[in-house]
């Protein structure tokens, strides 16, 4: 049992804390929504009035943040001065690379051990304890948080030194906007010519065509029951969110001069349907989108 600070305790935090406590750890929470502290007062935990008040006294910290700029703002080195020595640090926010080696660095500095640890598996995942987490920093780091992710992921990976859990999960991410977007043309293209898309759907998903999107995550309202296309696309990963990554996604391209031409086509598309009002709704409802239903939500 450890004494464990979860700061930001949204869609994805909560569900990751809540599975936290029922493996019988300690949870202490921050985050600036009430409804959020409630529900993980309800799963069991206990709510902090700061994150340095959650923090202070913890063995493990685990962040879920919206951005790098959230992620340096929190673990400056005045925070991290405040924590117990060699208290474990796992962000799993995704963010670029640059920051997640910047924060590493101070970490380590003020005797604390970080890794950079971002999820794969959506809002699905996280309630059901089975998020691929994708790591980097030190081995030992990896190896001492290992039985906290477990509780909360399936698939744990070491992806290399401080940074590399990112660069990998903006690798994912762009690939999976891709696949999303090629699955969503196929399905309108067979429907525009009079076929059943989930028939089509069934047909793609035992031949070459083959995704996680025709598998998991069916784009087309009524495909697949529990997606949040039948949903109304309530729920699951955000257009913003899609958009964000995929921006991530192109600055890394540029570091490197590494030609990233279907990334960046993916990217703008998001970045449309998100100026359209759309960027709080699911990513797969981009679909709509290229099939010329450019509305505008308030």
């Not at 660095?105 to 089975?130: E, F, L, Q, Y």
Request: charged share 15%; proline share 3%.
């Amino acid at each position: 049992m450890a004494n464990i600070a979860f700061i930001g305790l949204g869609n994805m935090g909560g569900p990751m804390a809540a599975n936290l406590v029922q493996k019988n750890h300690n949870v202490f929470g921050f985050d600036l929504s009430d409804h959020a502290l409630k529900a993980l007062v309800s799963a069991g935990g206990k709510a902090a009035g700061s994150a340095l008040e959650a923090a202070k006294e913890a063995d493990v910290i685990i962040s879920m943040l919206p951005s790098g700029k959230h992620v340096s703002e929190l673990y400056s080195e005045e925070f991290i001065g405040c924590l117990k020595p060699n208290t474990l640090i796992i962000d799993s926010s995704t963010i670029d690379a640059v920051t997640a080696r910047s924060v590493a660095t101070i970490a380590a500095s003020k005797g604390c051990k970080m890794i950079d640890a971002p999820v794969s598996g959506g809002t699905g995942g996280a309630k059901a304890g089975t998020l691929t987490f994708i790591v980097g920093g030190k081995q030992e780091d990896f190896e001492k948080a290992r039985p906290i992710l477990k509780c909360m992921g399936q698939n744990i990976f070491y992806a290399g030194q401080s940074g590399a859990g990112q660069v990998a999960k903006i690798c994912n991410n762009m690939l999976l906007a891709i696949h999303m977007i090629g699955t969503s043309e196929a399905i309108n293209l067979g429907i525009r010519h009079g076929l059943d898309p989930k028939v089509l759907s069934e047909i793609m998903q035992k031949s070459s065509g083959k995704n996680w999107s025709l598998e998991v995550y069916n784009p087309y309202p009524g495909v697949m029951e529990n997606s949040p296309a039948s949903r109304e696309y309530s729920g699951g990963f955000a257009v913003d969110l899609m958009a964000k990554d995929l921006g991530l996604a192109a600055e890394a391209g540029l570091e490197t001069k590494t030609s990233t031409p279907l990334g960046n086509t993916a990217l703008n598309l998001y970045r449309m349907w998100s100026e359209a009002g759309n960027g709080k709704i699911d990513f797969s409802s981009i679909i709509q989108f290229l099939n010329g239903e450019l509305k505008v939500n308030n």
